[in-house]
């Protein structure tokens, strides 16, 4: 199975800041790599598939790139309302699995 | 309105078994391959399990965490999922959420339900 890490675990930003979370893949996975955003107590929502594409409504100050085994999610200008845990996941392979999670909170 | 909703969670003790539901609406599930994602309280997210539709047989995925002991499976003219949770262990404590994959999305999960609360203990 595809072994998902995600660096860092946890990071402190203040809103503005430019911010980029990295995903790395323990195999090559193409372009199969989506980002998942999480509200404390919320249901996790689909904010990049296929590596870098903008899913529909979610803000353009997100954008992903990377392809092979590392991807990152970098966020523009970090909102007040960007603050949450973001999940990488894989689905090159019938088992998917998601990485760690990074949570970023307010510095 | 499109959504997925889980239902079935509860508590059951150690050894038990339980079965969770998720009704979809506002969309054909026939037309998809569909997920369980769980979450333990306070912990990340960890993929259980597909099942796939109609042209694919209806063939199922599992993580190895449960396989053998997990069981998906649907009824497209119910537009439902469910989940056969048998020998029910304390790390299978978690937020079960189904999840609907779509293609066009390099497979990705593009819609969640909101989740069903299950509880292992004794």
């Known amino acids: 199975d595809i072994q998902m890490t995600q660096s860092p675990s946890s990071l402190s930003a203040s809103v503005g800041d430019r911010v980029t979370i990295t995903c790395r893949a323990s195999?090559?996975?193409?372009?199969?790599l989506n980002w998942y955003q999480q509200k404390p107590g919320k249901v996790p929502e689909l904010l990049i598939y296929?590596?870098?594409s903008l899913q529909s409504g979610a803000p353009s100050r997100f954008s992903g790139g990377g392809s092979g085994t590392d991807f990152t999610l970098t966020i523009s200008s970090l909102q007040p309302e960007d603050f949450a845990t973001y999940y990488c996941?894989?689905?090159?392979?019938?088992?998917?699995?998601f990485g760690p999670g990074t949570k970023v909170d307010i510095k | 309105e499109v959504q997925l909703v889980e239902s079935g969670g509860g508590l059951v003790q150690p050894g038990g078994s339980l079965r969770l539901s998720c009704a979809a609406s506002?969309?054909?599930?026939?037309?998809?391959?569909m997920d369980w994602v769980r979450q333990a309280p306070g912990k990340g997210l960890e993929w259980v399990g597909r099942?796939?539709?109609?042209?694919?047989?209806?063939?199922?995925e599992y993580a190895a965490s449960v396989k053998g002991r997990f069981t998906i499976s649907r009824d497209d003219s119910k537009n439902s999922l469910y989940l056969q949770m048998n020998s029910l262990r304390m790390e299978d404590t978690a937020v079960y959420y189904c999840?609907?994959?779509?293609?066009?999305?390099?497979?990705?999960?593009?819609?969640w339900g909101q989740g069903t609360m299950v509880t292992v203990s004794s």
């Open positions: 996941q894989q689905s090159y392979t019938a088992v998917f699995s």
């Open positions: 099942t796939r539709n109609k042209p694919k047989r209806y063939t199922t």
């Open positions: 999840a609907r994959i779509t293609y066009s999305r390099s497979n990705a999960f593009d819609l």
């Open positions: 195999q090559s996975i193409s372009t199969y």
């Open positions: 296929g590596a870098s």
């Open positions: 506002g969309f054909i599930i026939s037309d998809h391959y």
